[in-house]
């Protein structure tokens, strides 16, 4: 059991806490009917990216054997058989999909679609040096619109660009922490290492983070969603997480505590801070 846990990636199922942003943001939050109907699609979503994990590991397991961390996995420790392992995935994939379409069937849509693009990735896109990252970020937005289709409401596209930025921030932190961690080891696991730098990534991360920054301070200040521009509030909290970000980039960790959901406490607590914070101006302040 527990090496079926590690297998369909429980720890991950965080990115998809996005769904939840269309929620929070059309100001539907305190509204039972929407809040639990978001719940389930995010239990889908969940299902739907154990399944891919789990396809990912199976196309991978011979690579993820020469990898330092990934070698614990237990496909590539044998802890769990390929034959089982395609059984798992077929069962969650099916009752992720037909779950979809019977929550929304534009829900439903954006599942199959979200599957697409992650097959593509696995097969394509991760061999090419920006579009991989770009990928990633695609599938960020997608998570984002699954929100946005079970409530059928309108979203601000200032938080739709932001997502996206914020996952492609996020991928290219992953990349120069890989590329810091593995050294001349990079190529063995991922071939496109080879096309970056982390003269190119240390600019890239800098330019995204200002345009993180800056689309969210568009959001507040242009889209204004609460007429009294009271986020301004949460501005200094979601700089400090983003700048926080790029500070930590500098540092090399090891592999171990870079898989790990999130292992720096002042961002957790910049990221709760957050959360409390803007929950509290939309809804009871």
């Known amino acids: 059991m527990n090496s079926v846990l590690k297998l369909i990636r429980i720890r991950q199922w965080y990115k998809n806490v996005i769904i939840f942003l269309p929620l929070v943001f059309s100001f539907q939050f305190l ?4 809040l639990i109907q978001t719940i389930f699609g995010f239990l889908v979503l969940c299902i739907v990216s154990s399944a891919i994990y789990i396809l990912n590991d199976i196309k991978d397991v011979n690579a993820d054997r020469n990898h330092p ?5 237990p496909l590539a420790r044998g802890d769990i058989s390929i034959v089982n392992a395609k059984k798992i995935f077929i069962s969650l994939i099916i ?5 979809g379409f019977f929550l929304n069937w534009q829900f439903g849509i954006v599942i199959l679609i979200l599957i697409l693009n992650t097959t593509i990735y696995s097969v394509w896109s991760k061999n090419f040096v920006y579009v991989d990252v770009f990928a990633i970020g695609l599938n960020f937005i ?3 619109i699954a ?3 079970l409530l059928s409401t309108e979203f601000s596209p200032w938080v739709i660009i932001g997502v996206f930025l914020v ?3 996020l991928g290219f932190l992953k990349r120069k922490n890989e590329l810091m961690t593995m050294e001349e080891g990079y190529s063995n696991h991922r071939n496109v290492l080879k096309s970056y730098t982390i003269d190119s990534l240390n600019k890239i991360l800098i330019t995204t983070a ?3 920054i800056i689309i969210y301070g568009m959001y507040v200040f242009v889209d204004n969603p609460t007429n009294d521009f009271r986020l301004v509030f949460t501005i200094p909290i979601f700089v400090f997480i983003v700048t926080r970000q790029l500070m930590l980039s500098k540092k090399k960790n090891n592999l171990k505590k870079f898989y790990e959901v999130i292992n720096d406490v002042p961002t957790i607590l910049g990221i709760i801070s957050y959360t409390i914070f803007t929950l509290a101006l939309f809804y009871f302040i």
């Open 31 to 34: 509204i039972s009917d929407s």
């Open 95 to 99: 009752i992720g999909v037909v779950s």
């Open 69 to 73: 961390e990934k070698r614990n996995r």
């Open 142 to 144: 997608l998570r984002a």
């Open 210 to 212: 200002i345009l993180v």
């Open 167 to 169: 996952a492609l921030f």
């Open 147 to 149: 929100g946005i289709v």
